[in-house]
């Protein structure tokens, strides 16, 4: 039997957030070194593949420049990378002897990422590490015109993370992209957060 395009979508978008809560929960007990390694393998792949997919983007969009697109994603690999790479994001992560409190840090589960036409594969990169650097997994809806350089993105960061002992799943993005899946996305039970970029319309919606 062969399902419509909608409901292979839908089916697709739910299979994801599966696959993303089960990584995510082996991904939560992992410890601060362990997370630290896999950003920086991360940030180290998003370097590599800087300018191939600043390509992609700008040919399948139409949208920007090929030097910009560069910019953008090495700026959203390595500057990000300096930025989130000192941050404590495992256990306790702040003392104040004076209240008598520790402040703990916990993961959300699974983030579902909405990714626009104008920045994909540089959101695809940002939304990825900071998702990870915080032990929560993620699952991308790329924008209709967006669809292969966003999935090639989010390709590269899962190979990454995977290759420095991240669980398989962890990082996901539909390809059958509709309007059903992404509302599927930011509505399941077990998405537990939404990172949404884009416009007026889509940020309400989220």
């Not at 930025?83 to 495992?90: D, E, G, L, S, Y």
């Not at 966003?150 to 960061?157: D, L, R």
């Amino acid at each position: 039997m062969e399902l419509d395009r909608d409901l292979c979508s839908l089916q697709e978008a739910r299979n994801l957030v599966r696959a993303a809560r089960k990584a995510q929960e082996a991904l939560k007990d992992f410890t601060q070194e362990q997370v630290n390694h896999i950003i920086d393998m991360m940030r180290e792949a998003g370097e590599a593949n800087a300018a191939r997919l600043a390509m992609m983007a700008v040919s399948e969009t139409g949208m920007g420049n090929y030097n910009d697109k560069c910019f953008k994603n090495y700026f959203a690999s390595r500057t990000l990378y300096e930025f989130i790479k000192p941050m404590k994001t495992v256990g306790i992560i702040r003392e104040d002897q004076e209240q008598k409190l520790w402040e703990i840090a916990e993961p959300v589960g699974v983030i579902a990422g909405i990714v626009p036409t104008t920045n994909p594969t540089s959101t695809v990169i940002y939304k990825a590490m900071i998702a990870l650097k915080s032990r929560n997994a993620i699952v991308f809806s790329p924008h209709p015109s967006a669809v292969r350089c966003t999935n090639e993105a989010a390709k590269i960061m899962e190979q990454a993370a995977v290759a420095a002992g991240a669980p398989e799943g962890v990082i996901g993005c539909i390809m059958n992209v509709s309007m059903g899946a992404t509302n599927e996305l930011m509505k399941h039970p077990d998405v537990a957060m939404i990172l949404a970029t884009g416009g007026s319309a889509l940020v309400k919606a989220a």
